[in-house]
């Protein structure tokens, strides 16, 4: 492998504030989006993480997403408490943190718009000092993040150092990766992405890919969006099979080709340099935030 690895009125002041509120310095914020066209971010972010851990890092992956298809379910593990279980008060952050065989947690972020939204100060304060005490000496956090394809749907790459457009080499994915690009860089004035290619077959047609979505890009936004190819993961029958046994496929086949290709991701995420605007608050003022927006347009819709 080579290469290294914006739906509102904000200004582009307040989107970096926002950003500046994901985590402490020394902790990395990295958000993964996909859409159709079987982008596997679910799939690479719990890998990452994977990957990640094996380097003795503090990893918390955190999923945007309920049901079967989230990182957890994966997984095969369990998941006891939701976030609304600790709006409710009926437990805490720290109990809905679930522990996963490869080294890192998975913390579940999902909920009811209208819940987060409906916080005032005093609940917003008491759930960041939750969130700081579970993620406080963590090295990286991983964002799951819902695909943020539509103007309704705010997502947590809002917050991130850095967002990581997943990509196929297929027609709906290509159309996905453009349309958050797209969304991020005009409504919030995001100008930085990292395009990470998945399920192609060679170095070459992960530049192929890439390629058509910068030069897209370029036609359409102009040259104030920057993109950088990351990197690529192959296609592997055995990442497949890892995902159907519940397992990571570092754990289950650690000298297939798809690992490999995850642990040099993961080595080259240790040598991202860190933008500016990353800072020091809780992460939770931008989720917070997000589902406030999301919560008036859907009493406006």
Known sequence: MSGEFVASSWSADQAAGLRALVARPGCRSISFNGGRGDSGSTTLAINLAAALAERQRSVILLDEFEGLSNAASRLRLAAHWQLEHVLRREATLADTLIGAPAGFGILPVAARPEQLAALNERELEWLAAEFDSVTGDCDYLLLDSRPAT????????????????????????????YATIKLLYTEYARRDFRVLTNRVASLTEAELVFGRIRDVARQYLGDAVKLKLSGYVPEDE????????????????????????????ADSMLRWKRPPGSGTAGFVYRL?????????RLERS
């Open 288 to 296: 917070v935030e997000s589902s406030r927006i999301l919560n008036d």
């Open 238 to 265: 055995k990442l497949k099979r890892a995902t159907r046994l519940g397992k990571t496929v570092l754990d289950a086949f650690p000298q297939t080709e798809a690992t490999q290709a995850f642990r040099q991701l």
């Open 150 to 177: 539509g103007a309704a749907v705010p997502s947590l790459s809002l917050a991130a150092d850095d967002v990581v457009i997943i990509v196929t080499n297929r027609a709906e994915s290509i159309t996905d990766a």
